[in-house]
């Protein structure tokens, strides 16, 4: 009978692990949110006018109430004092407004004046009203962000603790870094039709992590309720002020925390900078290079669960992190040193940041007492911020030292020149050799005037430096465009409208069927054009359809091209919206450039090797806490190298 009376919940398999699904969805959701942006970043550069150091000051916001206000620290204090459900609830709700705002102060609204923007204009000048408010955005984010984990670890430990904790643990960061994988995976495709859209999705995906944690909050008051009813909560189980002190003054817990910052500071500022980097070092296209980098995170999906599980079984954690943070540093050299495929160091790293959390986090539980679990996690996230905080920072300072002149704007005669030519000739402003001889890739972007920033006009172009960095390219022959504004065309009074069907969501140029070309025809004051495909006898049997709309010259020549969704009506009419869809192609001497307002600048690649140095020192770091760690395991005798699971 007394048995049965301390059964609880936790002891139904499928209970415990169904909640620890709706928590990991939260991190989940979190952890998306926190790298939506990465892939991104030369967007926030080029649309709200951001430099790298910029970049990385917005990116540490996250963390400044970690670091200044210690609240990771004074979310576990309070998570110990008011539970789970108060605290939980408050934060994922902070997150979810920081999400929103941030969002916001990148939003056209905002720039347009919107809400906000004289205030934010009214001090540090210097700053962009931008910046300052994705600023609070952010800092409000990771208000709720950081000590929201802390919560949802404890959730973890709540209902695995002398089950399988580590394995637990390690699914549970595993599918917060799916969160983080699919960021740097779907951003780049979220863009179209507004950059912002990529934001505003992971914004949608706190609400629904807000939600989710309601859900689990009926379910912790049952539990709780089973707990209490079978056993009465102990004095030994109350939170004292002293345990705080009892934390700092261990030694075995001290070298765990180093550890935490240095690994931490040296993987997740990274891949703050990850697709930019391989954008720029290897010249990759933004969806391929955030695939390659959330290879790192998929990575870990498989390993953490793994080492987890070994962990549990076979012990050996303190070895687990030693030899994590060593293939840390491997990792950075080869991205700071060669050119070898970035596939291998990604895949090294990925291999590493499953190796250091799968064991790190439930060693905690050996040192640390449940009544002090929420502080110690709490306190480690809190230094750990410091790392967050302070890297994002320095490596922008770095790139922006580091390349003290890779925007180069264009002159009024010398803009007027390109427009002519198409040339343009110059040297990259590096003192690193990483880019001679090398193919690389360059962006051209036109501005509507100098104040503004509105972009007209965006192209990329690739090709080859010479032995002393020298480059020439031709603007005529772009690689591609992804942004043009359509009332800069000039269009032929001989040019026609062509509109191809598409058969497959590819939009190859190879599998569409002409249902309609016009001869002559005019656009109204909205550059919209009614087109009546019942007259070409190609009417298509579907209500909507995805098509390619070009217009192009008297001799076939592509002036303009878009993919978008039509929509026809019974008579066989559509409405096409030109400058609506997704541009496809553009050719340059079609574009009035005429007006002396517009500004131009071309944007050279950034050289990343000093800051993928930076990231290698803080490897030589972690690799030493985690040798003393392991050295101090044989005195302390917590048992860091021992299995998890009670037998």
């Known amino acids: 009978m007394k048995e049965k009376i301390h ?35 030369d967007l926030m550069q080029t649309n709200l006018g951001f430099s790298s150091s910029d970049y990385g000051a917005f990116m540490s916001a996250y963390s400044v109430p970690n670091v200044f206000l210690a609240m990771a620290v004074l979310g576990g204090i309070i998570l110990d004092k008011l539970g789970i459900r108060i605290t939980g609830t408050l934060f994922v709700f902070m997150m979810a407004l920081g999400g929103v705002i941030t969002a916001y102060g990148a939003s056209d609204m905002y720039l347009a004046g919107g809400p906000g923007y004289a205030l934010m204009n009214s001090f540090l000048t210097g700053y962009s009203p931008s910046l300052k408010m994705m600023y609070l955005g952010f800092f409000i984010f990771g208000l709720g962000a950081e000590t929201s984990i802390v919560v949802l670890s404890k959730i973890v430990v709540k209902w695995f603790k002398g089950k399988e904790l580590a394995l637990a643990l390690g699914l549970n960061l595993a599918i917060g870094r799916l969160g983080t994988a699919l960021a740097l995976f779907l951003s780049p495709y979220l863009i179209h039709p507004e950059w912002t859209n990529a934001i505003w999705f992971g914004v949608l995906l706190l609400w629904l992590g807000l939600l989710f944690y309601i859900i689990y909050i009926f379910l912790d008051l049952k539990i709780d309720k089973q707990v209490k009813e079978a056993l009465p909560e102990s004095e030994e189980d109350q939170f004292r002020w002293r345990d705080l002190l009892d934390l700092i003054t261990n030694r075995t817990f001290i070298f765990i925390t180093l550890l935490c910052v240095t690994f931490y500071s040296a993987v997740f500022p990274f891949v703050k900078y990850a697709p930019d980097l391989l954008m720029n070092k290897f010249g990759m296209e933004r969806d391929i290079a955030g695939q390659i980098s959330s290879i790192l995170m998929f990575g870990t999906i498989l390993l953490t669960p793994l080492f987890g599980w070994i962990a549990d079984n076979k012990g050996k954690s303190a070895t687990l992190m030693y030899l994590g943070s060593a293939l840390l540093i491997i990792s950075h050299l080869m991205f700071a040193l060669t050119t070898i495929t970035p596939l291998l160091p990604i895949f090294l790293l990925g291999v590493a940041f499953s190796l250091v959390p799968a064991a790190m986090w439930p060693a905690v539980t050996k040192i640390v007492g449940d009544n002090k679990l929420g502080t110690a996690y709490g306190f480690m996230f809190s230094v750990q911020n410091i790392g967050l905080w302070a890297l994002p920072i320095l490596v922008g300072v770095v790139l922006d030292a580091s390349n003290p002149e890779f925007r180069i704007d264009l002159k009024d005669q010398q ?69 043009t504004n359509f009332d800069l065309l000039q269009i032929p009074e001989d040019a026609r409208i062509f509109i191809d069907r598409v058969k497959s969501p590819t939009f190859g140029d190879n599998d569409t069927i002409r249902l309609l070309e016009t001869s002559k025809f005019r656009l109204d004051e909205n550059n919209q054009y009614i087109a009546n495909l019942a007259d ?61 307002k517009y500004v131009a600048e071309i944007i050279e690649p950034l050289d990343y090797t000093n800051a993928m140095l930076m990231f290698s020192a803080l490897g030589l770091l972690g690799i030493l806490f985690a040798f003393l760690l392991k050295r101090d395991d044989k005195v302390s005798g917590y048992g860091l190298e021992q299995p998890n699971i009670q037998k």
Do not use: C
């Open 7 to 41: 059964k609880t919940m936790r002891d139904n398999p499928a209970l415990r692990w169904g909640v620890l699904l709706l928590s990991s969805l939260v991190m989940f959701f979190n952890y998306y949110f926190y790298d939506a942006l990465s892939p991104l970043k």
């Open 415 to 483: 803009f007027k020149e390109i427009q002519h030519s198409g040339n343009f000739e110059s040297t990259l402003n590096t003192k690193s050799s990483t880019f001679n001889n090398k193919d690389i890739k360059f962006k051209y972007v036109v501005y509507k005037d100098s104040l503004s920033g509105e972009i007209v006009y965006r192209s990329y172009y690739e090709t080859k430096t010479g032995k002393d960095g020298n480059y020439s390219i031709n603007l005529k022959n772009n690689e591609m465009v992804d942004f």
């Open 536 to 596: 070409s006898g190609k009417k298509p049997d579907k209500k909507n359809f995805d098509a390619i709309i070009s217009i192009k010259d008297a001799e076939g020549r592509v002036i303009y091209s878009e993919s978008q969704k039509l929509y026809v009506d019974k008579t066989g009419k559509t409405e096409i919206k030109f400058g609506f869809g997704e541009l496809r192609s553009v050719n340059y001497d079609a574009l009035n450039f005429k007006q002396e």
